[in-house]
């Protein structure tokens, strides 16, 4: 079971992490990733890490502003969010695979809820 959290309200330029726990011991044998969905838009990849945080790849849209991270002592993955824009704006999920470097949503086999992210300009 995966639980996301930390979305909110923040302005244009502003900052937010996302942290996504994680229930069950195999954590640390799950490559972790983080998807967006806009309203009206299809999910799209934003981040992924692999199994041992060594490995991390971003698409285009975030490179240079987020930053994907994860403690497998807690169980859970991080998503540090810096000059965020309104184009940011989305539900965000969390998700687990079992492929390092994946980024397409068929390539994840479990799935959180969704926290919101919303920039204003």
């Known amino acids: 079971q995966l639980q996301a959290s930390g979305g909110g309200l923040v302005q244009a330029g502003g900052s937010l992490r996302l942290s996504c726990a994680a229930s069950?011991?195999?954590?640390?044998?799950?490559?972790m990733g983080w998807f967006r969905q806009a309203p009206g838009k299809e999910r799209e990849f934003v981040a992924t890490?692999?199994?041992?945080?060594?490995?991390?790849y971003y698409a285009d849209s975030v490179k240079g502003r987020f930053t994907i991270s994860r403690d497998n002592a807690k169980n859970t993955v991080y998503l540090q969010m810096n000059s965020l824009k309104p184009e940011d704006t989305a539900a965000y999920y969390c998700?687990?695979?079992?492929?390092?470097?994946?980024?397409?949503?068929?390539?994840?086999?479990?799935w959180g809820q969704g926290t919101q992210v919303t920039v204003s300009s």
């Open positions: 998700a687990a695979s079992s492929r390092r470097g994946a980024s397409k949503e068929y390539e994840y086999d479990y």
């Open positions: 069950g011991r195999l954590f640390s044998t799950y490559c």
């Open positions: 890490v692999s199994w041992t945080g060594t490995d991390t």
